[in-house]
């Protein structure tokens, strides 16, 4: 796997990504204790080469041509389980990636069943089980060690015969259309950091009319707390609190010792600005 740390190097792999008809992608991004999402690296695979874009050095990159890449009707984006590493990247160079195909949605198009990950369908298509150790590592420290640069390049080898077999059993099926759609719908993110439609990210059951009127604006207040301040939206105030507010339970939540919450004075002198 080459390693793209400078401006030169960018460049070249940019020639080269420009020649191809399909790219197959993956990102490391940290944002476990952030709201914003930090874009650490992109791994790119071509028919015969791999690459890992180090986006920390990106101060030092002209972005532009890559920028067009990924917006380009031309070239084929293929990722599996698209939907975080478009949003982050979309965030971090201030794009609309478009032309992209899912594997994992594609999977289960046909399959049904539970979502699938990664390792599962290269383990279930081609009996390699690949380790999910450093999933989790910290891809902010340089240089990386051999095994991050290893599971980054694992996690865009197979993804050439993953889609070329996903592609020809959706054209036996004659549902590439209809999956292509799918694929489109399901990775909208153009309100994915919208405060009006921040309440969608909360699981509710039953809320009346009312209840769901007081959740969207706790919820909005919520998002734009944690954008500013650049913390997950649940250190603010979890969702559970969220609804437990919306339902008048707010003595429930004043009267709790457990709660890790860390701005609940906050909203709960929010909520009480609403209601003097």
């Not at 549902?175 to 719908?185: A, D, M, V």
């Amino acid at each position: 796997m080459k390693i793209v740390q400078d401006n030169k190097s960018l460049e070249n792999l940019c020639k080269l990504l420009n020649k191809q008809k399909i790219i197959y992608l993956d990102t490391e991004f940290k944002r476990d204790n952030t709201y914003w999402p930090i874009l650490c690296t992109v791994q790119i695979k071509t028919k015969k080469k791999e690459f890992l874009i180090d986006m920390l050095a990106q101060a030092t990159f002209n972005l532009e041509s890559l920028k067009k890449i990924l917006q380009s009707k031309q070239i084929l984006k293929v990722l599996h389980s698209a939907r975080q590493d478009i949003e982050v990247i979309n965030y971090s160079l201030n794009i609309n990636m478009i032309n992209i195909f899912d594997t994992q949605i594609a999977y289960n198009q046909l399959y049904g069943g539970d979502t699938i990950g990664y390792t599962k369908l290269v383990e279930k298509l081609f009996k390699i089980k690949l380790s999910k150790k450093y999933q989790v590592s910290n891809w902010t420290i340089r240089p990386l060690t051999k095994e991050q640069l290893t599971y980054a390049q694992n996690d865009v080898y197979y993804l050439p015969k993953i889609y070329q077999i996903l592609i020809e059993k959706l054209r036996k099926n004659k549902i590439i259309t209809y999956t292509r759609k799918n694929i489109s719908r399901q990775l909208n993110t153009i309100n994915t950091y919208s405060l009006k439609k921040s309440y969608k990210r909360i699981k509710i059951n039953k809320m009346t009319y009312e209840e769901k009127k007081e959740l969207k604006k706790y919820a909005e207040w919520r998002e734009s707390y944690a954008q500013k301040i650049n913390l997950p939206r649940n250190w603010i105030v979890s969702d559970k609190n969220l609804i437990r507010a919306s339902k008048n339970k707010l003595s429930e939540i004043k009267k709790e010792k457990n709660n890790k919450d860390q701005k609940l004075n906050e909203f709960i002198k929010y909520i009480s600005s609403l209601n003097p």
